[in-house]
């Protein structure tokens, strides 16, 4: 996804297959990250002098001490609980991402008098709707996958369990679009980490193509650090709109994103909007670094596997000419 005047050579749908391919497999390598920042991020600070927050559910002071006691009482299966869902949704929200990133830019590109280099400004514009477009989407399957995160051993249930469960909740259907704002506020996320990735590509590595695996690495993790560090406290906030609503509210869920940021910032102090960022950021870190990485490398095996087609095709026609001249010319005249 250069900043270049011409579209890509393997169009949206080779773009977007890149793009997913990327992200499944990056994130399945760090999921217990993903699941250790989920769990981080719902829990609710207890205050001891008011016995308030207390609840029968674990408590975990920090991301290894989330890992060593949730690996301790469920097995290291018990850090990929949810996996299935959480690389589902994954793969759709990045396939849609990349698809409708390719498309806007192409048709900006198109339309566009400007023959330069797009500046910011546009490349976040075109990422946001970009981002957007693909929460619309999307969205239902990180609800589901928050709530698989977040259950007790106990109470894990299957990906369609859990959505029949979020379903036959107070706000019914519309339970699968739970903290679709704050996913449209959060379009930020992405566009801040592919904006600063154009511009870091075009001043660290003016005219240069191709990336190498650790450069694409290195400018993945530089972008997606500043993307997350500017957007946590929505982060938070969006987690806590999508999971079970925590044991003080006896069952009441938020009803907005502000409301999620409020009852943290009453509970936990203006600090809490930010925790589990630690493993948000090492996450979002290998996360990214891998997918630019990855999808560089898918999207030249698209190129070259799509030459190959055109290289075998063109022979098939050269061939079928060649055989239909050679007919002509030896098949025999009939003289009446």
Request: glycine share 10%; with cysteine.
């Amino acid at each position: 996804m250069g900043a270049q005047s011409k579209p890509a050579p393997i169009g949206p749908w080779g773009l977007a297959t890149a793009g997913a391919a990327g992200a499944v497999f990056a994130n399945t390598l760090v999921y217990p990250l993903d699941l250790v920042k989920t769990k981080l991020q719902v829990q609710v600070k207890a205050n001891s002098e008011k016995g308030e927050g207390a609840s029968d559910e674990p408590h975990y002071k920090s991301s290894w001490d989330a890992i060593s006691r949730i690996a301790s009482a469920e097995g290291i299966q018990g850090l990929y609980a949810g996996m299935a869902g959480s690389l589902l949704g994954v793969a759709s929200t990045n396939f849609a991402y990349f698809y409708w990133h390719s498309t806007v830019r192409t048709l900006y590109l198109k339309h566009s008098k400007h023959t330069g280099p797009t500046s910011t400004i546009t490349e976040l514009s075109i990422g946001a709707v970009a981002g957007a477009l693909a929460q619309l989407f999307t969205i239902p399957v990180a609800v589901i996958t928050t709530r698989q995160q977040t259950q007790n051993k106990e109470d894990r249930k299957g990906f369609f369990d859990t959505a029949k469960e979020v379903i036959e909740g107070e706000d019914g259907v519309c339970g699968l679009w739970r903290g679709l704002k704050a996913s449209l506020v959060l379009v930020v996320n992405p566009s801040i980490t592919y904006g600063a990735y154009e511009r870091l590509k075009e001043t660290l590595f003016a005219g240069k193509k191709n990336l190498s695996p650790m450069e694409a690495f290195a400018l993945g993790a530089m972008s997606k650090a500043l993307a997350t560090i500017v957007t946590q406290p929505l982060i938070v906030a969006k987690v806590g709109l999508q999971s079970k609503p925590p044991a003080i509210r006896q069952g009441k869920p938020f009803k907005s994103f502000v409301e999620v940021m409020q009852f943290i910032i009453q509970n936990e102090g203006a600090l809490g909007l930010f925790k589990g960022i630690g493993p948000q950021i090492l996450k979002g870190l290998l996360v990214q670094g891998i997918l630019m990485m990855t999808k560089e490398r898918v999207e030249l095996l698209f190129i070259l596997f799509l030459r190959y087609i055109q290289l075998v095709r063109s022979k098939q026609l050269r061939r079928s000419a060649d055989l239909a001249a050679a007919a002509k010319l030896v098949s025999p005249v009939t003289v009446k």
